[in-house]
């Protein structure tokens, strides 16, 4: 270690994103300081899958076959007519010569905070992570940054650290208190995701665990977890939204995708706003935006939390040779490796995922159906189609901006 830069590096945020920095900031035996505003890892509905690039990405720190444990591995996902039962259905084990993990896993992003908190606790007593102390405020100096933050017991402590890592979502305090334009748009849909216990794989033919689906009367997605069903709906043309996410509402909805005497129990619903933007710059000095702090994208495909991830990987080298010596100039090459690719990889694709399956027209869901059909059953189209959608297209060409 330098011992020119004795200071930590303090992360705002202890979502997987910013605890995955910490953990292989840590592993190379560089402190650092966690800051969570919520006094423990938030298990609300959000990510439920992992790329396969990340699985790998985790696997070096042995965290895969824990989640694995946890998750349901889904070797397949699809695009569905409901009405006709067809689909255009695309096998990730064409990418077995690519990756070691050629499948999606469907596992909460939660479990996998908990699996880098308890390695945290066990093996890296440098990182120090702490839960129900929010960032207050922060300034910077041309070689530390100032960090304000809260107690549970509503007292403020400052902290001095070598740079400040704003890990902190979608409505980041780091990235608004550096007063940074988050550019893009926010979809007038609202999303409703549910969850429940009902076996929709004993009802509809030939069911995926990722589905993508359009119906007579609008859009669903169906994703299986190991234990569970998440569904993705959207309120009825002139329904109320208070209206909307009343589980009888919830319950008629799925009784039309999968009618059953027997009922639907509902487990929980979510309604949440769609949002597209990326932040006008990801590094300012010392203070660095990484995740949905620095860029929201619509979940269709699954790829804000993976981007997230990777942006943490990235991230953590440059520090760590910026802890060794390196040129502050490598921050800036992080930002031209991870900004366009959230832009053109995570924000584009997964823009067409969503405005594909919003689509209303009759003849255009047909015309979409044939093309991904044509694409999965084309062995060429198929692995191309397939290395976009997972994402490893995109860190390939991270990876060759110099």
Request: charged letters at 20%; hydrophobic letters at 40%; glycine letters at 8%.
């Amino acid at each position: 270690m330098n011992t020119s830069h004795p200071l930590p590096i303090i992360i705002a945020g202890a979502g997987p994103v910013g605890l995955m920095l910490a953990l292989r900031l840590g592993h190379w035996g560089i402190p650092c300081v966690v800051l969570e505003s919520e006094a423990d890892i938030s298990r609300d509905l959000r990510a439920s899958t992992f790329h396969p690039p990340t699985l790998d990405m985790l696997d070096d720190y042995g965290l895969t076959p824990g989640l694995i444990a946890q998750g349901l591995i889904a070797p397949t996902w699809q695009v569905r007519m409901h009405s006709t039962n067809e689909f255009a259905q695309f096998d990730l084990s064409v990418l077995k010569d690519e990756t070691a993990h050629p499948y999606r896993l469907q596992c909460e992003q939660w479990r996998l905070s908990e699996l880098l908190l308890a390695q945290i606790a066990r093996d890296l007593p440098h990182v120090k992570v702490l839960m129900g102390h929010p960032l207050v405020s922060f300034s910077q100096a041309e070689d530390h940054v100032d960090v304000t933050y809260g107690t549970p017991a509503g007292e403020t402590v400052a902290v001095r650290g070598a740079f400040l890592v704003g890990a902190d979502g979608g409505r980041s305090q780091v990235r608004k208190q550096l007063d940074l334009s988050f550019d893009g748009h926010t979809f007038p849909e609202t999303t409703i995701l549910a969850t429940t216990h009902f076996p929709f794989h004993d009802h509809l033919p030939l069911l995926a665990f990722i589905n993508y689906c359009w119906s007579d009367w609008g859009t669903f997605s169906l994703l299986r977890l190991k234990n569970l069903w998440r569904i993705s709906l959207y309120p009825d043309e002139g329904q109320s939204m208070e209206e909307a996410v009343g589980v009888e509402a919830v319950r008629e909805k799925i009784q039309r995708i999968a009618p059953a005497s027997q009922g639907h129990p509902v487990l929980e619903v979510r309604p949440y706003r769609i949002h597209q933007r990326v932040v006008q710059q990801y590094v300012v000095g010392r203070v660095v935006l990484v995740g949905d702090a620095a860029h929201l994208n619509s979940p269709s495909g699954g790829m804000g939390m993976n981007g997230g991830i990777h942006d943490a990987f990235n991230l953590s080298e440059k520090l760590r040779d910026i802890w060794q010596g390196g040129s502050m100039d490598l921050l800036q090459r992080y930002e031209r490796q991870r900004r366009p690719i959230a832009i053109a990889h995570v924000l584009e694709q997964s823009g067409r995922n969503r405005a594909r399956m919003q689509e209303r027209d009759m003849g255009k869901r047909r015309a979409a159906l044939q093309d991904l059909q044509r694409k999965a059953n084309d062995p060429t189209l198929h692995k191309a189609h397939l290395r976009n959608t997972s994402m490893i297209t995109g860190l390939r060409e991270s990876a060759a901006i110099v």
